[in-house]
């Protein structure tokens, strides 16, 4: 398998671990990584929707995937990470925005999760701009895809 196509596939692990462990565990473990600590601008630091269940959980997910296609568990650290800094990043930015949790905010919603792991890795597995930016594009347009198809399933409250 090309190791794009390997990274794209853990970055999409990374990202979608918290929700599927979501919807198994229900609200059993669901402690905000911000303990609902608010700003001086009233809302919430990151909001309810993100856990350190959430964060744990891509973890869980991502590193055993990682020794399953051959690569180094630091990349599957480095992937959960990322991604898992980049979805805070992006919920501490949609709350400045007074965006309400898990209100969509297309690309804010999917490039730092998925840009900031290929960033940290990009050295490692000497990924030039391009190839960075067309796995930043792939992963929008399957985050947008999966999303749909998770709702359907029941597994996401809103179809993004």
Request: positive net charge; hydrophobic residues 55%; aromatic residues 6%.
């Amino acid at each position: 398998m090309l190791i794009e196509l390997k990274l794209l596939t853990l970055i999409i692990v990374a990202n979608g671990a918290p929700i599927i462990i979501g919807d198994v565990l229900g609200m059993r473990g669901n402690c905000p990584v911000d303990g609902g600590l608010r700003l001086r601008d009233g809302h919430a630091l990151f909001g309810p929707a993100k856990t350190w269940r959430g964060l744990v959980s891509a973890f869980l997910f991502t590193v055993p995937c990682t020794l399953l296609f051959g690569l180094p568990i630091w990349a599957g650290v480095l992937i959960s990470a990322g991604a898992m800094l980049g979805d805070l990043l992006s919920s501490f930015i949609k709350r400045r925005l007074a965006v309400a949790p898990s209100d969509q905010a297309l690309g804010l919603d999917q490039v730092p999760e998925s840009l900031l792991p290929l960033l940290a890795l990009q050295s490692s597995f000497e990924l030039g701009a391009l190839q960075i930016v067309a796995l930043v594009l792939a992963f929008v347009v399957i985050e947008l895809l999966l999303s749909r198809v998770l709702f359907k399933l029941h597994l996401r409250n809103r179809p993004y």
